[in-house]
């Protein structure tokens, strides 16, 4: 083994330089030796190579060659040290993506720490300034086309609004602290654009409605997406003013458990079984017939396992089973689903099962009573 190889096994030994100094994921393989630094082999090293060398050079550790310069600088450098340079001032706002996370935030963080320095440099980024106005793309209500619209963000108000036409009255106000936002890639992601980001809030008649929209630039449709947690953080942070700020920053956007398509029968046995496109967001199940709706078209509220909230598989006397079937039990009624596969099934279950074990917060009891609220001033259609 050469001799650099043995330094380079040797610096594996620190803990921090086992784990991809920007993913967070367990075990590297590759070296960028001018910012020196070791990363993984999943996405970080292909991020890494696309910068350009200018900005990042990569070798893989144990299938090239290293100059004693290179091995120096990792030696000066490594995981640790590098962290507190180019991480030195991440907004708090800002999400600091983790393997797992949409591969989109991960580029972008990547980006932002080497390429664009925002994070080591005293330049405040312009999606913490309160006010952002920008062009998207939005989809239609109806239908699939997709429209530019102009985003207006204004923290001092709490609103982001968006127009049709540039100089008419806005063609909805949101307010931002009752939003929530997720990168629709993460499960739809044969069925829209890469930077495809889906705005979720309540109508005046408490159902969810979402909104899909895309810059090309994933630039800027990231930092449209921290503008909006900046925001929340800020209205969050006077409204809640004891609170410890990394209590605040867990719940400024939440990420859906799962998304896919489930079968779903009514409430009677002789009822049909129709194709429905789940979303289990927090403690919200809901379903529609397109993945790309603009509104859900039934919400169930899943409670905690005291209160008579459960899920087995199977279904219950005289429904049909369609397979992969399995039954969610609330105090109301018993939603009798099914599943692409065993897999898909046992994945559903789990999530489902994981909310149910959760105790209720402040704001999962004021969703029971909206859910509750807006069941009592439909017509309730059997089967939908
Ligand atoms: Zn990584």
Redesign the pocket.
Known sequence: MAHNQKLILELLKIEENNE??????KG?EYISYNIGIF??N????QIHRSLGTHISKIKHIYLDYFEDSQICNLMNIGNRRSKLEYEKRIPACYRVPR?NDPPIL?EQFIRAKYERKEFSGTVLPAYMSGKVEIFLMKKGKEDNRYFPRKFVLNEADDTLRYYVKEDRNPKAILRVSELNVVFATQFKKSLVHKNTLQISYLSPTNSTRNLFVYHEDAEIIVNFYHSIRCSKLNYLQIAFPHAHESDLVDILTRDFAKEGYLLKTGPKPEDKYRRRWFTLDNRKLMYSIDPLDSYAKGEIFIGYKMDGYSVRPGVAEHYRDEGFSFSLFTPERIYTLSATSSHERDDWMNEIQKVIERHLSPSDISLCSRLIRKRNTMNFLPGR
């Open positions: 991809c100094a920007d993913c967070g994921r590297v990363v993984c999943e996405t970080c090293s393997y991960l």
